[in-house]
T-cell receptor
Framework: DTGVSQDPRHKITKRGQNVTFRCDPI?????LYWYRQTLGQGPEFLTY????????KSRLLSDRFSAERPKGSFSTLEIQRTEQGDSAMYLC?????????FGPGTRLLVL | GQQVMQIPQYQHVQEGEDFTTYCNSS?????IQWYKQRPGGHPVFLIQ?????EVKKQKRLTFQFGEAKKNSSLHITATQTTDVGTYFC???????????FGTGTRLKVLA
């Protein structure tokens, strides 16, 4: 148990619907990352936060993706108007001592 | 943009044989991390290398950072079935806390 939790663990949605995922990091960690991973690939960087500030966002990320970390604790990742290509595992990680601790991920399937 | 490639993509070894995966970056790195992901699991941090030419050991695992800080390797001596999984390098560059993950090497160990 790494201490990072994600909810839900699985999500099935229809194309065009909006979805929101939540990540609860390890409490004392200031940095929080979101990644997307598809089968057979490495985690792809999406964005990261330092406390409540979103410091960097992947240029590959479309405007349909948005992330927040309002109080510097938990974070949410929202995907609007989902597409079948959004189907993937969405991983959250929090960083302490230059080590990233990953959560179990949310597996999204867009039908 | 920055690319991080790993070779080989797959490796099957007999239990007891050695295994090596190589990670190559198109740009000079500030540091490199290594992660292991078991089938169905999430990435788990193994180690971080920072200095040019640095070598670190963890039991049967030996990690090396190239002199030019553009490549790295992970060597496992006398593999065991518990070593099965995908090994990823994650490249860090100056001026950002973002990490770019490599393509991964999937290791299978045959008993």
């Amino acid at each position: 148990d790494t201490g990072v939790s994600q909810d839900p663990r699985h999500k099935i949605t229809k194309r065009g619907q909006n979805v929101t995922f939540r990540c609860d990091p390890i409490s004392e960690h200031n940095r929080l990352y979101w990644y997307r991973q598809t089968l057979g690939q490495g985690p792809e960087f999406l964005t990261y936060f330092q406390n409540e500030a979103q410091l960097e966002k992947s240029r590959l990320l479309s405007d349909r993706f948005s992330a927040e970390r309002p109080k510097g604790s938990f974070s949410t990742l929202e995907i609007q108007r989902t597409e079948q290509g959004d189907s993937a595992m969405y991983l959250c990680a929090s960083e302490g001592g230059k080590t990233q601790y990953f959560g179990p991920g949310t597996r999204l399937l867009v039908l | 943009g920055q690319q991080v490639m790993q070779i080989p993509q797959y490796q099957h070894v007999q239990e007891g044989e050695d295994f090596t995966t190589y990670c190559n970056s198109s740009t000079t790195l500030s540091n490199i991390q290594w992660y292991k992901q078991r089938p169905g699991g999430h990435p788990v941090f193994l180690i971080q290398l920072v200095k040019s030419g640095e070598v670190k050991k963890q039991k049967r695992l030996t990690f090396q950072f190239g002199e030019a800080k553009k490549n790295s390797s992970l060597h496992i001596t006398a593999t065991q079935t518990t070593d099965v999984g995908t090994y990823f390098c994650a490249a860090g560059t100056s001026g950002t806390y973002k990490y770019i993950f490599g393509t991964g090497t999937r290791l299978k160990v045959l008993a």
